[in-house]
């Protein structure tokens, strides 16, 4: 019989409330929030944006609380061990598996950027951020910062010093997963939210207090900027993409979906209240989102630069790291704003970090008997080799860019579906819904869990296969259509100037050679194609019924992997990890059998 160790606990229901919005509390609601509602339908988001949150979000949210409290109270904390318990059959521990990578993988760039935040708050107090008013030294700030420019920049000589502060904010998580649940998150998180709330405040305030700062543009206004992130735009509603990017955004948001939620809520024990928990919790993340993230981020972004404030909001971060640090500039006492500012998103995101360390620690202890050092240890080297990857390969944040996709948003999907599945259809809603009530302060109505049962899966399934239908494959979008006459100079070789002329008119991008090529075969014969020098399609030119159609090519993720070397080797990295991490829990798998921990579990 295997030893019994003292089951880890949280100290007080307001501890695990926080613990939980603290993991969920994060960059996701100051950065990707402002920026996803902008792009998707300004105050018209708010419509899918609720309703995913009232459909998904907070039921999928009580779900995890409900299984993972039930599979603690009977002694496990581990994803791979919880769908066991939740559904006896052999193949539920290799869909914890999931619920491992993704968190661990998450981690492996989420703690580079929250290392950015702290480097941009050190960089305020020292004044170094404070560079005038000049747009594109923000952005050269940027880039040099995070490597954009070259693979291993960050690496170089000269270029070091700010890898001080990544290992600082690395160990700092490390000390907090080594202390425990309840002595290190809980007691952090306990100080940090309420700071995050002041600092989050202070700003607000002052970005509500601007006015007009410039008086010759008056538009650029605090009502102007709050109009121009929360003016609805309806049409955007009949677009798929907005409910795609409401539905994503609400899952990131809430840390649902993730394997987190699961593992914090099986240190409960059978009296402590879920339902008004995890419906505090999700209240309070909206807050965060809704309240600071949308109110400050645009509107302020918007006071300053006007509309070209919409130019950033096509990236999660630049809107944060490059627009905003314009913002502190112009404004009266911005450079302590600024710091203050950096700040609040550095704690926000630490206690989301350190969230998704803890089902990783959880999962060694569990299947292989660790002690903490030991899985901290494992950890460790684990997640340095990952975050050394994206640190390295930062030529355009590409490895980062394609971890958050085939693991924040592909796998998250995937984990989310097979959550729904082993609750409402294993455990089953009768079960869930005693369960949820059990020590409960509040009554959740049976409609919820008929939701979680049909509405849920549908909802999900619709919504990944939508998903992979718009960013998977690649696509030709028509770009403009251009005169018969080109056709004559078109012929295999390089592009003739008269038509490179029409390209640079409507301001695309071709690259320094283009090469054209003639399309083989049948009908293609009069197309052709424009290409780059490592013979990427970058654009079609086909027959029009009034000349010569161009359309760029629109490489979907799956053609992204073929063109970049680093985002094939991206995708090896995550497949070779999720490897290693079935093969772990296949072992664990065995260990629990062999010392019949699920004996005693009601099927
Ligand atoms: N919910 C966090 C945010 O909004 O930034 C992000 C996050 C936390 C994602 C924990 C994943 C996770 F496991």
Redesign the pocket.
Known sequence: MAEIKVRERWGSRIGVILAVAG???????FLRFPGNAAQNGGGAFMLPYFISLLVLGIPMCWAEWTMGRYAGVRGFNSAPAIYTVIWRNRISKYFGSLAVLI?LV?YMYYVLIEAWCLGYAINYLTGSLMLGSDASKYSAFFANFVGIESDGALLAEGNRTWLLVLIGVFVCNFILIYRGVNKGIETFCKVAMPIMIVLGLIVLLRVLTLGTPDPTKPDQSVIGGLGFMWNPHPEKLWDFQTWLAASGQIF????VG?G?IVNYASYLSEKDDLALSGLTSCSMNEFFEVCLGGLITLPAAFIFLGVAASGFTGSTFALGFQALPNVFAMMPAGQFFGFLWFFMLFVAAIT?SV??LQPVIAFLEEGFALKRHASAAVLGVLSAMGCLFVLYFSKNLVALDMMDFWVGSVALFMLAMIQSFLYAWMFGIKRGDEELHRGAHIRIPWVVQLMLKFVVPVYLAAIFIGFCYQKLPSFDKPEFETSARHAASLSDGLLSESLAAEFAKRELILPEEPAVLRERGGAADESWRIVDASENLLYRIVPGPDGLVIKSRQPGYVESISRSRVATLTVLFISVLFGFVLVLVHIAGRRWQAEGRFENIPA
């Open positions: 993991s969920a509390v994060g960059l996701g609601n968190p998450i990131f948001s809430l840390s993730f987190i989301s969230s998704m």
